[in-house]
Each structure stands twice: as C-alpha cells, then as structure tokens.
C-alpha cells in the first residue's frame, strides 16, 4: 500500500500544537473557493512522493528530536481519501510515541475513516458554512459528511480543534458567525480550540499556472478588524481558546 504525497514540511508550527512533520496527502474532493492548494485536488497529478506507511514513518523519524514535543499531522488536500494507508501510517506513529492529528475538511465519512480515527490522536475540522446552498456554493459538496464526523467525534470523545475561513461578502457576516458559534458549543466536550483563518489571496498564482479560473477574483482579504470580529462572536458562546 502506497499513498500519493503532494508534499512534507518537516518544520510545521500551524497545524497542530507544537513543532510538527506535516504530509500533505494528493486529492480532494472538494472544490473550496477559497483553495489555496488547487494544486492538491487532483488524485491523478505527478507527486514527488509515493510512499508505504514503513516509508513515511522512516521519513518522520528523521526529524524525532525535533518534534518529540509536537507531532505529526496529515493534511492535504484531503487525506481521509486515502483513509486505509492513514489507519496503518497513524498506527506506526503512535508505536514511535508521536503525537498524531488529521486536518480535514470532512469531506468523507465512512468505516475506513472510523479506522484511522483510532489511532489519531486530534481532528481538525473545517467547518465551512451551516447554509446548505452557501455550502455548496462554496465547496461543490453538501455538507452531510461534515456533520456526521463531527457527530461522531462527539460520540467517541476525540479532541477536535474546529478552524473557519472568513471570507468577506461570503461568510463575514456577524448572523452567520453566530449561527457557527452556537453550533460549535453543542460539541464543547470535545472541541479544544477554534481557529478563525483570515481569507487571502496568497494562492492566486497556482490557479494561473494551472490554467483554472480564480472563483472569488476580486473579493479581498479579511481585514484584522474583520477576524477579530468573528473571535469575539465566538467568544461569546465557547470557553475555549479562540485565535
């Protein structure tokens, strides 16, 4: 079994607690207007990696003292897509003592993503909107699955931290924000953090260099004005830290 990687950063301070190795898994099925990796989405396309779960925990191992006090985490595009290589790859992490987290948009849900769940450790979760129309307009996905892992985090108590991307005329708007909010508290059990990212042009490029128009061409960044807005929103409904 090998799994398809876009990419390794070996210095992650952003995706997870403490410094991490960070594998960005090839494909997604999603369509995320706000995107800043287009260039994960499609499963098919050259990566410089192929891997076997023995491979990549070799790869990690490499960088043990420096993480020793963070971890791993998986990321992507979407790597619950390759779910069954994550259960094995997580597997070998925890036997090597490595604190282990998937960032997903939680795109899928199934019996393989319920096996590698055993073996993480932390979820970050995007939730992208509650509006199913806005959703899909965003995404090109419903949001069914999302709930549904979110649910069944709740139900098998895994630490989640829960991250949401503003993005202004979309999802800048203080109802929406609140409505998100109030969401997220039913799961307070469970959910460690909120992380509010910031919409931004940063990847604009990619979307040229591929040939694929840019969904959201003009609409500016968030103003820090804007994203401090939204954590005072969540604030008012959430005991955890929200940044």
């Given at each position: 079994m090998?799994?398809?990687?876009?990419?390794?950063?070996?210095?992650?301070?952003?995706?997870?607690?403490?410094?991490?190795?960070?594998?960005?898994?090839?494909?997604?099925?999603m369509?995320?207007?706000?995107?800043?990796?287009?260039?994960?989405?499609?499963?098919?396309?050259?990566?410089?990696?192929?891997?076997?779960?023995?491979?990549?925990?070799?790869?990690?191992?490499?960088?043990?003292?420096?993480?020793?006090?963070?971890?791993?985490?998986?990321?992507?595009?979407e790597?619950l897509?390759?779910?069954?290589?994550?259960?094995?790859?997580?597997?070998?992490?925890?036997?090597?003592?490595?604190?282990?987290?998937?960032?997903?948009?939680?795109?899928?849900?199934?019996?393989?993503?319920?096996?590698?769940?055993?073996?993480?450790?932390?979820?970050?979760?995007?939730?992208?909107?509650?509006?199913?129309t806005?959703?899909?307009?965003?995404?090109?996905?419903?949001?069914?699955?999302?709930?549904?892992?979110?649910?069944?985090?709740?139900?098998?108590?895994?630490?989640?931290?829960?991250?949401?991307?503003?993005?202004?005329?979309?999802?800048?708007?203080?109802?929406?924000?609140?409505?998100?909010?109030?969401?997220?508290?039913?799961?307070?059990?469970i959910?460690?953090?909120?992380?509010?990212?910031?919409?931004?042009?940063?990847?604009?490029?990619?979307?040229?260099?591929?040939?694929?128009?840019?969904?959201?061409?003009?609409?500016?960044?968030?103003?820090?004005?804007?994203?401090?807005?939204?954590?005072?929103?969540?604030?008012?409904?959430?005991?955890?830290?929200?940044?």
């Open positions: 090998k799994a398809r990687i876009h990419s390794i950063e070996s210095f992650g301070t952003v995706d997870g607690p403490g410094i991490r190795f960070v594998a960005f898994f090839q494909g997604c099925p369509r995320c207007a706000f995107c800043h990796n287009p260039d994960t989405w499609n499963p098919h396309r050259e990566v410089p990696y192929e891997m076997t779960p023995e491979e990549l925990v070799d790869e990690v191992k490499r960088y043990k003292n420096f993480i020793r006090k963070g971890g791993v985490t998986c990321t992507g595009g790597p897509m390759q779910a069954p290589f994550l259960t094995q790859f997580l597997k070998l992490c925890k036997q090597e003592g490595f604190h282990t987290a998937i960032d997903t948009s939680g795109a899928i849900f199934n019996e393989d993503v319920k096996q590698a769940l055993q073996h993480t450790d932390l979820v970050l979760l995007d939730i992208k909107s509650l509006d199913e806005l959703h899909k307009q965003l995404t090109g996905h419903t949001r069914t699955a999302n709930q549904q892992l979110l649910d069944y985090l709740q139900h098998i108590q895994k630490p989640t931290w829960i991250r949401h991307v503003v993005v202004p005329e979309l999802t800048d708007n203080d109802e929406h924000l609140q409505k998100i909010a109030q969401h997220v508290a039913r799961y307070r059990s959910v460690e953090k909120v992380e509010i990212l910031p919409y931004h042009t940063m990847g604009t490029y990619k979307y040229q260099e591929l040939g694929i128009s840019y969904p959201l061409e003009g609409i500016p960044p968030l103003t820090t004005d804007r994203k401090e807005n939204a954590i005072s929103i969540f604030k008012q409904y959430l005991s955890c830290p929200v940044i």
